[in-house]
T-cell receptor, first 111, second 108 residues
């Protein structure tokens, strides 16, 4: 399917477990982003990538790891999940300027 | 860090009414985007504005970029229940940031 997809859509895990959220886009956009969205905080940037093998921290990177070996994929890993990482996570992409295209989101609950 | 202030935070109106929501910053934007997000979904890009004073129309939605490129407004004419959602602005110069949004409810 064309566009940007995220998996899983819903995930429940326990404190201390490692979790990986997947993001895949078919447009060959250079830029990809990970956000978390929480009530009262809006969308906050976790990490972004300008191209394959180039990543940089956003506003709230602690506790997260990213990689980008291929242009189309940008996985986000929570190394040791904490309750404060319960959130809705959005992946987005853009070719550069002019707005971002968002995936449908992953709702993560950490017990 | 550039901050985007959106107002009002919440807005509840009746079908058929007009409304305007705002996005303001103390700094100049190089570009500004508006998105609509419906519950359980990701934000969807509505428009990009880049030129001071620019006005763009998308059916019943009118987007305006301030002359000084520090503010923007979104006006909806004859709102419909399908316009319900969270309206987000995004902008910046070196780094792009999002406002916290205006949550709009249009009651039938």
């Amino acid at each position: 399917d064309a566009g940007i997809t995220q998996s899983p859509r819903y995930k429940i895990t326990e404190t201390g477990r490692q979790v990986t959220l997947m993001c895949h886009q078919t447009w060959s956009h250079s830029y990809m982003f990970w956000y978390r969205q929480d009530l009262g905080h809006g969308l906050r940037l976790i990490y972004y990538s300008a191209a394959a093998d180039i990543t940089d921290k956003g506003e709230v990177p602690d506790g997260y790891v990213v990689s980008r070996s291929k242009t189309e994929n940008f996985p986000l890993t929570l190394e040791s999940a904490t309750r404060s990482q319960t959130s809705v996570y959005f992946c987005a992409s853009t070719r550069g300027g002019g707005g971002q295209f968002f995936g449908p989101g992953t709702r993560l609950t950490v017990l | 860090t550039q901050l985007l202030e959106q107002s009002p935070q919440f807005l509840s109106i009746q079908e058929g009414e007009n409304l305007t929501v705002y996005c303001n910053s103390s700094s100049v934007f190089s570009s500004l985007q508006w998105y609509r997000q419906e519950p359980g979904e990701g934000p969807v890009l509505l428009v990009t504005v880049v030129t001071g004073g620019e006005v763009k129309k998308l059916k019943r939605l009118t987007f305006q970029f301030g002359d000084a490129r520090k503010d923007s407004s979104l006006h909806i004419t004859a709102a419909q229940p399908g316009d319900t959602g969270l309206y987000l602005c995004e902008g910046g110069s070196e780094k792009l940031v999002f406002g916290k949004g205006t949550k709009l409810t249009v009651n039938p």
